[in-house]
């Protein structure tokens, strides 16, 4: 993301933002809340009332109105905000829309994808949204790779980004389950074995060639049972120094394998916490707060006292300052009104400014999924609190109290 124009309009703050990654329209739905101004460029058909039709003009109904579709710069005030992972709508009624002053009042959804440029008007600019753009501004959102192998002969090539884990191709080559009596590999099963791996090895240069812009250096990740791992490998090295072929050579000595003996997401998870692979992973973004997810996991067996979640426990340990790590979903805090929404950000302030570290983790991701069933909110503990102090702030459990 960058940052390409920032100043006062009409009185309040706006930003410009260039939006390069998927994960950039992730940090743009932590940015944006409900009754901001959102201006950017889209298509919309708008009233002609000089010359002839061409192409890309259309004929209306009512009255016969001509109208023509065109790029034009709208102004929404934001009333829904949604990212499904490849882009971010965002829905509300038209403010501003140069001289098409007919459209104003009316609605309309700006879809924003990687490469557009969107400009954010706010009264006021919270934690939270200051603390995304610092993260985000600047910062190399880098992406991996992950090939997961199945011994059936079906792979499944997935993008991982610190927003989203998405599926991006399957396929499939079949591998015959009976060996050929010719050792743990014969020639058949070889065979079968390089059909296999030479349409995975065709799937995964076409992946990158078009979905990743020819990115040679991307991270790609192999997460299987440990002799396809090596198989995949040894086999991608051999065709592309045998072929020449300088790009798939230097894609092939960054490959990270990873040992599972699960498939699909599930495996990339278990590979994802793997020990033994954590000082390699720690290098890209998308394992960077994991370590903090599993210790909050860990501690609920080995220390239960010091590990709170939902509002109402997580907010009397903020009261306490008893808070080292907190963890939000996104979809809690871009669930808050204004008010509620400035309270959490003190709040989280506070947290880092004793020394605690706060974690906000996607609702695409499995650690934001986790968060949001625990009710959104959820921390880890500098020391004990007595859960019972929580019960009796409840008015009806004081009531029901002093009755007995």
């Known amino acids: 993301m960058r940052l390409i124009a920032k100043g006062l309009k009409n009185k309040l703050e706006y930003k410009k933002l260039a939006l390069d990654s998927t994960d950039d329209l992730y940090a743009l739905t932590n940015v944006i809340q409900r009754g901001d101004l959102v201006e950017a460029k889209t298509l919309r058909a708008v009233p002609q009332t000089t010359g002839a039709f061409d192409d890309d003009q259309i004929q209306g ?56 440029e969107v400009t954010v008007i706010k009264e006021f600019w919270d934690f939270f949204a200051l603390q995304t753009l610092d993260q985000y501004v600047g910062a190399d959102t880098m992406s991996a790779l992950a090939v997961v192998f199945n011994s059936t002969g079906k792979f499944t090539i997935y993008e991982l980004r610190h927003s989203v884990t998405r599926v991006l191709v399957q396929g499939y080559k079949a591998i015959p389950r009976k060996y050929d009596g010719q050792g743990s590999v014969g020639k058949t099963r070889g065979k079968q074995y390089n059909d296999f791996f030479n349409v995975a090895k065709e799937t995964l240069l076409r992946t990158i060639e078009n979905r990743c812009k020819a990115d040679w250096t991307i991270p790609v990740l192999l997460i299987s049972m440990p002799y396809m791992n090596k198989l995949f490998s040894e086999y991608f090295k051999a065709w592309a120094v045998d072929n020449k072929v300088k790009t ?32 390699a992973l720690n290098k890209l973004a998308i394992a960077a707060d994991g370590n903090e997810m599993d210790q909050f996991q860990r501690m609920f067996h080995t220390d239960p006292d010091r590990v709170w979640y939902g509002e109402k426990h997580v907010d009397y340990a903020l009261e306490m300052s008893a808070v080292s790590v907190l963890f939000l979903s996104s979809n809690f805090v871009r669930g808050f009104d204004h008010a509620k929404r400035s309270r959490y950000a003190e709040a989280t302030q506070a947290v880092q400014q004793n020394g605690g570290k706060v974690f906000m983790y996607s609702h695409l991701q499995d650690s934001g999924r986790q968060i949001d069933a625990l009710g959104g909110i959820a921390a880890i503990l500098r020391f004990p609190l007595n859960d019972d102090a929580v019960e009796l702030e409840d008015p009806e459990l004081s009531d029901y109290s002093d009755d007995e």
Request: hydrophobic share 35%; aromatic share 6%.
């Open 248 to 279: 798939a050579i230097q894609l092939q000595q960054g490959f990270i394998t990873l040992e599972t003996s699960s498939e699909g997401k599930t495996a990339i998870r278990e590979a994802l916490k793997s020990i033994s692979y954590k000082s």
């Open 61 to 116: 109904n009512a009255g016969k109105k001509k109208v023509l579709r065109k790029l034009i710069y709208i102004t929404v005030r934001a009333q829904k905000i949604v990212f499904d992972g490849e882009e971010i709508r965002i829905t509300g009624v038209i403010t501003d829309a140069g001289h098409h002053e007919s459209l104003k009042t009316k609605y309309h959804t700006l879809a924003l994808t990687p490469g557009d």
